[in-house]
C-alpha cells in the first residue's frame, strides 16, 4: 500500500526557510514522479514543483529561485527547499506521486497545470509565513 507521509512544516517569519519532507513506502521510489502541491484557505491547489525518474523538475512561477526539489532515493523520501518565504506562501503542503505517467509526460502535463495521473496523497503539512 503507497503511503506518503510529509513533515517540516511549521511557522516562519517572511525571507525565513523551511524544509518539507515526504517519506514515500509502499512502492518503488524512484520509479515515480513526484510533486509538491499547496492549498491555502479559500484558494485552489496549485502545483509547486515536481520531479520525475529522470531528474527533469519543473516548478510554478512564483517559486522559481526560492524553492528547489530534490529527492534521496535511498531513503525514499521527497524534499522541498524553500528559502526566501513570503506571507504568500501559507498554505497546506501536499505530496503526491504519479504512478500513471512516465518521463517525459509527467512533467511536461505538471508544467501545464494537468495533475491527473497524481493518484496518491500524502495527508499534509502547514506552512505558515508572517509578515
Not at 507521509?5 to 517519506?23: F, T, Y
Not at 520525475?52 to 527547499?81: M, P
Not at 512516465?102 to 509578515?131: D, K
Request: proline letters at 3%; glycine letters at 12%.
Amino acid at each position: 500500500q503507497v503511503q506518503l507521509v510529509e513533515s517540516g512544516g511549521g511557522s516562519v517569519q517572511s525571507g525565513g526557510s523551511l524544509r518539507l519532507s515526504c517519506a514515500a513506502s509502499g512502492y518503488t521510489y524512484r520509479s515515480y514522479c513526484m510533486g509538491w502541491f499547496r492549498q491555502a484557505p479559500g484558494k485552489e491547489r496549485e502545483g509547486v514543483a515536481a520531479i520525475d525518474s529522470d531528474g527533469s523538475t519543473s516548478y510554478a512561477e512564483s517559486v522559481k529561485g526560492r524553492f528547489t526539489i530534490s529527492q534521496d532515493n535511498a531513503k525514499n523520501t521527497l524534499y522541498l527547499q524553500m528559502t526566501s518565504l513570503k506571507p504568500e506562501d501559507t498554505a497546506m503542503y501536499y505530496c503526491a506521486a504519479d504512478r500513471t505517467f512516465h518521463p517525459p509526460a509527467c512533467i511536461a502535463y505538471y508544467s501545464r497545470g494537468y495533475y491527473s495521473g497524481f493518484n496518491y496523497w500524502g495527508q499534509g503539512t502547514q506552512v505558515a509565513v508572517s509578515s
